[in-house]
């Protein structure tokens, strides 16, 4: 009863959001504005290290990275990739979330270990601030396809990495598949990744019995009705296989998402790919979905090693 209760918590702000976008149909909002444009409300913990997105949906207020986020390489356009960290990392947050809070543990974890760290803010709907990834998933996916180019462009690289959490493990396969991002990806990390889908533990099978409900959805919130099994994007990004080669694959689920479930359709079928399950690594690790990308150092860990194999070390219940 108790985990049942915290599933309907969990759904609670994305209906509320839904119910409340009565008057528009979403569009992705424009996402071309300057690297230093920033959309965000700063979290005491990120205090002195605020990065800034390089996609700022209208009606979000713009701000400058402090400089010690500038100097710490998160969103830092200046950054140059090393050549123990030769690929600039891109972290997509997932949906419901932002560029900065999505990613204020795992951002300087990285950063402290050597890498370019980017993030961005995409499927923004119009007059919804701070609540991103609600857009068309297609749309979504070509405002990253923009942002990795500028990535690109601003590091002098080739390829980069991704790592994504929720929609933002699986946004990216969109991407590669269907916006020419196979050749610029080197590897694909899926924190909790929706690959095939989520059932919401059962609830989107009630959803035909609410006349109309579906078609809201739809309309009002199309990021959310493109993650349900049997959707129209999803059914097309795995048609003929989950990957695309010459990309690395890495999904680390969490046996209590309750969110994504059933948990185990987040893994992925393929060559060069690599299915973890976070309590297999960490029996007592009780992460769900929320925390496996805000705050877990085991999923860090293994994130680590999937972006650099050759140093891996083994992920235990004391990794950090």
Known sequence: MKLRWSRTLTLLPALALALGLTTTAPAAADAHPSPAAADAHPSPAAADAQPSPATTPAGDA?????DATIRSGWNNYSCKPSADHPRPVVLVHGTLGNAIDNWLGLAPYLVARGYCVF???YG???????????GPIDASAQQLADYVDRVLAATGTSKVDIVGHS???????????????ADKVNALVGLAPDNHGTDLDGLTRLLPYFPGAEQYLDKATPGLS????????????NEGGDTVPGVHYTVIATKYDEVVTPYRTQFLSGPDVHNVV???LCAVDLSEHVAIGLADRVAFHETA???????ATPTTCVSG
């Open 119 to 121: 993030s961005l803010d």
């Open 305 to 311: 090693n999937a972006l650099d194999p050759a140093h």
């Open 62 to 66: 713009a701000r400058r990275p402090s």
């Open 226 to 237: 493109d993650q349900i099994v049997g959707s129209d994007l999803l059914n097309r990004l």
């Open 124 to 134: 923004q709907l119009p007059g919804v601030p701070f609540f991103h990834g609600l």
């Open 167 to 181: 929609q933002g493990g699986m946004m990216p396969r969109v991407y590669m598949k269907f916006h020419g991002g």
């Open 278 to 280: 976070l309590q297999d």
